[in-house]
């Protein structure tokens, strides 16, 4: 198990939407491992493939530290389709490890139902609710190339747009190694 570099915001992948996948083979196995270890290193509560660099629908979650997620336990999703949204909204501080430092209320469903594949390609059908459906929902986001900041106003936006920047120069600093746009080498932690 290793931990894999983190594409930050400004790297054309985290606008790219992820592939379905066919079958799990070693190679995803390996993924999704690192995926937790990658996450959990950066203390992070979710993750998507397409933020470690692989188009692939995968994404990983585990809330089991938070006081509401408490009994919940580590989540890995594939393919994943929502199939519906509760009419009732819940606004929550949504952060991302692809955008550090960044902090932004969010308005979402409160409840979503959803379809996915388990490890083991199994179909799985889900009623979720509270910060279970929050995750979810931001991370499905990302297989489809959508960042929480898009569901910001143009306004909070722009008031966003330095630090922004900075981030999408790699002028940052991080406990997590990350992929900054304008390098193509992942910049090592020291
Ligand atoms: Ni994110």
Same mark, same amino acid.
Request: glycine share 6%; charged share 30%.
């Given at each position: 198990?290793?931990t894999? !570099? $983190?594409?930050?915001y *400004?790297n054309?992948?985290?606008?790219k939407?992820?592939? !379905?996948?066919?079958?799990?083979?070693d =190679?995803e196995?390996?993924?999704?491992? #690192?995926?937790?270890?990658?996450m959990?290193?950066?203390?992070g509560i979710g993750?998507?493939a397409n933020? $470690?660099?692989e188009?692939k629908?995968?994404? $990983?979650?585990?809330?089991? #530290?938070?006081?509401a997620?408490? =009994?919940?336990?580590?989540?890995? $999703?594939?393919? !994943?389709?929502?199939?519906?949204?509760s009419d009732?909204?819940s606004?929550?501080?949504? =952060?991302c490890?692809s955008?550090?430092?960044?902090r932004?209320?969010?308005?979402?469903?409160?409840?979503?139902?959803?379809k996915?594949?388990?490890?083991?390609?199994?179909?799985v059908n889900?009623?979720?609710d *509270?910060?279970?459906?929050?995750?979810l929902?931001h991370e499905?986001?990302?297989?489809? *190339?959508?960042l929480?900041? #898009?569901?910001?106003t143009?306004t909070?936006?722009t008031l966003?747009? =330095?630090k922004l920047?900075?981030?999408?120069? *790699?002028e940052?600093?991080?406990?997590?190694?990350?992929?900054?746009?304008?390098?193509l080498k992942?910049k090592?932690?020291?």
């Amino acid at each position: 198990m290793s931990t894999l !570099p $983190v594409y930050l915001y *400004g790297n054309e992948i985290l606008k790219k939407k992820a592939k !379905p996948v066919s079958e799990i083979t070693d =190679g995803e196995i390996e993924l999704i491992k #690192d995926m937790f270890d990658t996450m959990h290193t950066a203390n992070g509560i979710g993750l998507a493939a397409n933020q $470690v660099g692989e188009l692939k629908q995968i994404l $990983v979650i585990d809330i089991s #530290d938070m006081e509401a997620g408490k =009994g919940i336990k580590p989540l890995v $999703v594939i393919n !994943p389709e929502i199939l519906s949204e509760s009419d009732e909204e819940s606004e929550y501080e949504e =952060g991302c490890l692809s955008i550090p430092d960044v902090r932004e209320k969010v308005w979402r469903p409160e409840k979503i139902t959803l379809k996915y594949c388990d490890i083991n390609m199994k179909e799985v059908n889900l009623e979720a609710d *509270g910060i279970l459906a929050r995750v979810l929902q931001h991370e499905i986001d990302h297989l489809n *190339g959508i960042l929480f900041l #898009d569901h910001l106003t143009g306004t909070k936006r722009t008031l966003l747009r =330095g630090k922004l920047s900075k981030i999408s120069k *790699g002028e940052i600093e991080t406990q997590y190694d990350v992929v900054a746009p304008k390098k193509l080498k992942p910049k090592k932690k020291k």
